[in-house]
């Protein structure tokens, strides 16, 4: 199983980015996908969530910002992330977990955003 993400990079506050990922090994419609971050010296948290079933969710820090989206088709996932703030920056990393079983959960490498000027 491999989880490929992509499309990090560096922007000025108020600027957009959209963050792929690409998905082998796995059924992909079968997953629920999860975009999640990592700031130098905090937790990972989780920044959207795509289920299997079609539905989106996110946190208050991102809503009306982030958006992602998902092509079973072509087995990857996308960040739309607009309005971008410094707080904002960290390691994106996104996480496939199988809709059953909870054991089924992967990682992909990370990607790094920095919203600076």
């Known amino acids: 199983v491999q989880l490929q993400a992509s499309g990090g990079g560096l922007v000025q506050p108020g600027g957009s980015l959209r963050l792929s990922c690409a998905a082998s090994g796995i059924i992909f419609k079968n997953n629920h996908i999860g975009w999640y971050r990592q700031a130098p010296g905090k937790q990972r948290e989780l920044v959207a969530l795509?289920?299997?079933?079609?539905?989106?969710n996110y946190p208050d820090s991102v809503k009306g910002r982030f958006t992602i989206s998902r092509d079973n088709a072509k087995n990857t996932v996308y960040l739309q992330m607009n309005s971008l703030k410094p707080e904002d920056t960290a390691v994106y990393y996104c996480?496939?977990?199988?809709?059953?079983?909870?054991?089924?959960?992967?990682w992909g490498q990370g990607t790094q955003v920095t919203v600076s000027s």
């Open positions: 996480n496939a977990q199988h809709q059953y079983i909870a054991a089924l959960k992967y």
């Open positions: 795509s289920t299997s079933g079609g539905s989106t």
